[in-house]
């Protein structure tokens, strides 16, 4: 992934606009928490509310599906 500049968000926004007619959009954000097995010497780090140990995905993409930005585990 390259650095996002000003320009690349005007033409991602101007993709948004034309193909989704979404103005004045610059990414479409989703995030998921994915199950896992508890990490060995974890602690409560992984540990959710519903009583299982998650791991969330998280991402933004521009116009195209193409990723801008991934973030795992925070």
């Known amino acids: 992934?390259?650095?996002v500049t000003e320009n690349m968000?005007?033409?991602i926004a101007d993709e948004f606009e034309t193909q989704w007619n979404f103005?004045?959009?610059?990414?479409?954000?989703d995030g998921k928490h994915v199950r896992i097995r508890?990490?060995?010497?974890?602690?409560?780090?992984?540990?959710?509310?519903?009583?299982c140990f998650y791991v969330h995905l998280h991402a933004i993409?521009?116009?195209?599906?193409k990723f801008m930005t991934v973030d795992i585990g925070a």
Do not use: H, R, T, W
Request: some cysteine; overall charge positive; glycine content about 6%.
């Open 38 to 51: 508890c990490p060995q010497s974890s602690g409560s780090q992984f540990y959710k509310y519903k009583s």
């Open 23 to 29: 103005p004045n959009c610059v990414g479409a954000i």
């Open 9 to 11: 968000l005007q033409e």
């Open 61 to 65: 993409v521009d116009a195209k599906y």
């Open 1 to 3: 992934m390259s650095f």
